[in-house]
């Protein structure tokens, strides 16, 4: 089986509140990818919309290329799951 072939379940999993904006980036670049996961924009905006709010200044525009996929509706809703992850959070 090839890397890219290999499926991730969460790449999330594992994250807390605490996690740096890095981090957050990171998973926003897996699901806008597809890195071992479905390609995934509202995921994707959701991870970057959670770095740039730590002031990830890549996630920003990465955000904005995301925004640019999706309708409003699924910016709203990629905006409640970036809170709700919050809230979750450990």
Known sequence: MAYSEILLEAPEAGLTREAPAEELYRVGLIYSTGMGVSVDYLAAHKW???????????????????????????IVKAQRSAREWLRQAN
């Open 48 to 74: 970057f919309n959670l770095a740039a709010a730590l002031g990830h200044d890549e996630a920003k525009v990465c955000r904005q290329e995301m925004a640019d996929y999706l309708s409003p509706i699924e």
